[in-house]
């Protein structure tokens, strides 16, 4: 397990305005090395300029961020590529604006190539490839440089869910190789399966920050996911506010503990299967949006 007791970005009461727009107000949160933490909020709510100003691209009007790395990689929500170039001169040209010594380009280039599925792609031009293909060597060029910290801003916009699912493996894979990283997302199914701690951000403002999984567990129901054997008189069960068919069972909202509710089913039927039922990154982030 990563040793999540360091810290590899503090971001400290961040505010920044433009013009009359308070884009952040006072924003903060803390990434652990090793982590995979999600920056999460709706459309404008300020995920972009925080990351502008981590990458010092802009600057806040008040506050500070502390960091704790030497290279960052960054795969930019805008992507521009040079589309008559071929892949390995654009790998070439990104080395030599890094500073990168020529074979230590190409001994990285031809890993991540072939780690990637494009080494056959090399001398293509990059107006050939496809959307996920454009992608991947967006990523590419992102930690050829062996980044410690990297920052992914709305990676899987407009790819299909093939090309999903491989960034998603990916991305795994560099946090599994020690890789710190931050993803900036509205894709809360993407950032339920990969992350480890979130940000929400409202209109600039926090909303939450902290483990996913301590988000979950604040915003449990008591809603219980039951399969039996055979048919359940759910009225010979007291405390149940809700029932549900799903699948091959149902899911059941009860006033009482699970422990309690479990023995109170096992007295009239036999149970094929009894598990909590956590609600939904994304319903977890319309009901703090929101405020409800």
């Known amino acids: 397990m990563p040793n999540y007791s360091a810290s590899m970005l503090v971001v400290k009461d961040i505010y920044k305005t433009f013009g009359n727009v ?6 903060s949160f803390e990434v652990k090395k090793g982590s995979i933490y999600g920056l999460l909020g709706p459309n404008a709510s300020g995920k972009t300029t925080t990351i502008r100003i981590i990458l010092s691209i802009i600057y806040p009007d008040k506050g500070n961020i502390e960091m704790d790395f030497e290279k960052i990689g960054y795969m930019p929500e805008e992507r521009g590529l040079y589309p008559k170039m071929q892949i390995d001169e654009l790998i070439y040209f990104f080395g030599s604006l890094r500073g990168m010594k020529k074979e230590i380009v190409e ?56 090309a999903v699912k491989e960034l998603r493996e990916l991305f795994s894979e560099l946090k599994d190789s020690g890789k710190t990283v931050l993803l900036s997302t509205h894709w809360m199914e993407q950032a ?30 008591n809603d219980i996911y ?20 799903k699948g091959k069972g149902f899911i059941i909202r009860t006033e009482m503990t699970p422990g309690d509710f479990i023995k109170s089913l096992t007295k009239t039927t036999e149970v094929v299967e009894f598990r909590l039922v956590y609600p939904s990154l994304e ?10």
């Open 107 to 162: 001994s990285q280039m031809n890993f991540w190539l072939e780690r990637l599925e494009l080494l056959d792609r090399k001398k293509d031009k990059i107006e050939t490839l496809s959307k996920g293909l454009k992608q991947r060597l967006h990523l590419l060029i992102s930690i050829f440089h062996d980044p410690q910290f990297l920052i992914l801003d709305e990676p899987f916009t407009g790819l299909d869910p093939i």
């Open 283 to 292: 319903e977890i982030f319309i009901k703090e949006v929101e405020g409800e």
């Open 192 to 221: 339920e399966q990969l992350c480890d701690y979130v940000c929400l951000i409202k209109e600039g403002e926090k909303i939450y920050s902290g483990s996913l999984e301590e988000l979950k567990e604040k915003h449990m129901r």
């Open 226 to 245: 039951i399969e039996t054997k055979g048919l359940v008189d759910f009225k010979q069960i007291p405390k149940i506010t809700d029932i549900q068919s």
């Open 22 to 27: 308070e884009a952040l107000k006072g924003l």
